[in-house]
């Protein structure tokens, strides 16, 4: 089997890939290891150190930023700088409602970074230039918008640490935007990362309104926090508290039974009937096959019930995650889109919460809302018969590295034919990266928009949670949101290269 050291090598040197292109012109920055213009008088503003590093990201005009950033990091700007820089200039600049559109310039980030963390070095600056462009882009729209600005705190309403966890819980619990935003900062001067987190979490998955995006938001911004310091937590805070209140038009839920609001409140009770020594399960695979089932033609009510009836019977947590993330993929295929690749990045968000939270009834309650909300991405499947567990294996094709070059010249011509091959690719190929690097390299080359960042993100880092064989499935699935060779490639390669080559 060949390695991923050789297969890179092949790949970059050869042109395994018809129209994959050549990134040398990045060799010539670092390896990866302040302008003046008026801020509104009320915007926040970060601290002496950083503050220059985003205004500049914010003022440099979007056709001359690569060509300023590059220079910039010849003379020393460092990964991490213009990392934190481009979260906070997106945190400032563009409003969080709703959380989506123009708002994936911030949500993009995290995924950039960790298409960055997995890539060849030759490629590592490729993503984070893609989202500095995609910033000036919503950057833009937000101003054609209204101009929206991360205010300046309120410092006459922010309650004093001993009161403010309460008052956050209180505000977040009844809508309140303006006592929110003020307990949150008061919390911040005292509390730690993790306990936040976990309170936020909770709210996250709170309701359905903006396709999940409201867990995907905390679950960027902790992992991107953790790279950048925790000091720069109250903006980045401010903004996702900001984000969790949007009812996007609704009557304050708080006073209102509105459907995006159901299923949570039904599982607040529903989740307190799984038994104790839940987390001691067993993998079961009947168990990760019936909930599966559920979720292909089940309510947000059937799937819930049924996640807590399998805990019940003794089923492990993991075997219930392995039927979510592959109902995840069939959704994909019968239905590609806007919807079903959401299902994919809000179980990843849920996934990475799950794993990391410590209080026993948050963990449950993620678990039986990501299976409640499901159902809910579904809509209407443009290819009824397709079903996951059914998917055959092609193993007609060419094996090896000549293989991937046939996956992906199908990808976006016949797709399910793509995914055929890949299901057969992965069970003949113990080592995935092989896969990973090609699907990463051709979104640097050929993706033109947030989703396909976010979506490959999630995806290939979900591929090491899930259990055999579901796993496999997962990955050849994800063929339907991929990009393919012979897709043309976005103007940005082109204009990077332009601007680095100097």
């Not at 890949?422 to 050929?446: C, E, M």
């Not at 976010?454 to 880092?461: I, P, Q």
Request: with cysteine; aromatic share 8%.
């Amino acid at each position: 089997m060949s390695t991923r050291r050789q297969f890179l090598s092949t790949s970059t040197k050869v042109g395994l890939f018809a129209g994959l292109g050549d990134l040398e012109f990045l060799a010539g920055l670092p390896r990866v290891a302040a302008a003046e213009a008026t801020l509104p008088p009320n915007a926040f503003r970060f601290d002496p150190i950083i503050e220059p590093l985003v205004r500049l990201l914010e003022d440099t005009p979007r056709e001359r930023l690569l060509e300023e950033v590059g220079s910039r990091l010849r003379r020393g700007l460092t990964y991490r700088e213009l990392l934190t820089a481009l979260m906070l200039a997106g945190i400032r600049n563009i409003q969080p409602r709703p959380i989506g559109f123009k708002f994936h310039a911030v949500l993009v980030v995290n995924s950039a970074h960790l298409a960055s963390l997995a890539s060849a070095d030759t490629d590592r600056w490729l993503p984070i230039f893609w989202a500095l462009d995609q910033f000036k882009s919503s950057q833009a729209a937000d101003v054609r918008e209204g101009n929206w600005t991360l205010a300046a705190v309120d410092q006459k309403a922010v309650p004093p640490p001993h009161r403010a966890k309460q008052a956050l819980i209180d505000a977040l619990a009844n809508w309140d935007e303006p006592a929110a935003d003020a307990a949150i900062v008061g919390w911040l001067r005292t509390a730690g990362a993790h306990e936040v987190f976990e309170l936020l979490c909770r709210f996250g998955v709170r309701d359905f309104r903006e396709l999940g995006h409201k867990q995907i938001y905390i679950a960027n911004s902790f992992r991107l926090l953790e790279v950048v310091g925790w000091r720069h937590a109250e903006p980045v805070l401010r903004s996702v508290v900001y984000g969790l209140l949007d009812r996007v038009g609704d009557a304050n839920p708080a006073m209102s039974d509105l459907p995006a609001d159901r299923p949570f409140r039904r599982n607040l009770d529903a989740v307190k009937k799984i038994r104790s020594g839940w987390l001691d399960g067993q993998p079961d695979a009947d168990a990760t096959q019936a909930l599966f089932e559920a979720c292909r033609e089940g309510s947000a009510v059937d799937t819930s019930q049924k996640t807590i009836e399998l805990l019940n019977r003794g089923a492990a947590p993991q075997a219930l995650f392995d039927a979510l993330h592959g109902a995840t993929g069939e959704l994909l295929m019968r239905a590609p889109g806007i919807a079903s690749l959401h299902a994919t990045t809000f179980t990843n968000a849920v996934r990475y919460a799950w794993e990391r939270v410590q209080d026993d009834d948050l963990r449950r309650l993620l678990l039986v809302q990501n299976a409640a909300f499901l159902p809910l991405y579904r809509g209407q499947p443009r290819r009824e018969g397709v079903r996951l567990d059914e998917l055959k294996p092609d193993n007609s094709k060419s094996a090896g590295l000549d293989a991937l070059s046939e996956i992906f010249a199908a990808v976006g011509k016949d797709t399910p034919a793509a995914s055929r091959q890949t299901l057969a690719w992965l069970q003949s190929n113990t080592d995935p990266k092989p896969f990973a690097d090609a699907a990463r390299r051709l979104i640097f080359l050929k993706g033109r928009d947030s989703h396909d960042y976010k979506f490959s993100a999630a995806v290939l880092e979900d591929y090491a949670r899930i259990a055999p064989p579901w796993r496999d499935r997962v990955l050849a699935a994800s063929v339907f949101n991929m990009r393919g060779t012979t897709a043309t490639d976005n103007e940005l390669v082109q204009r990077t290269r332009a601007a680095l080559a100097g």
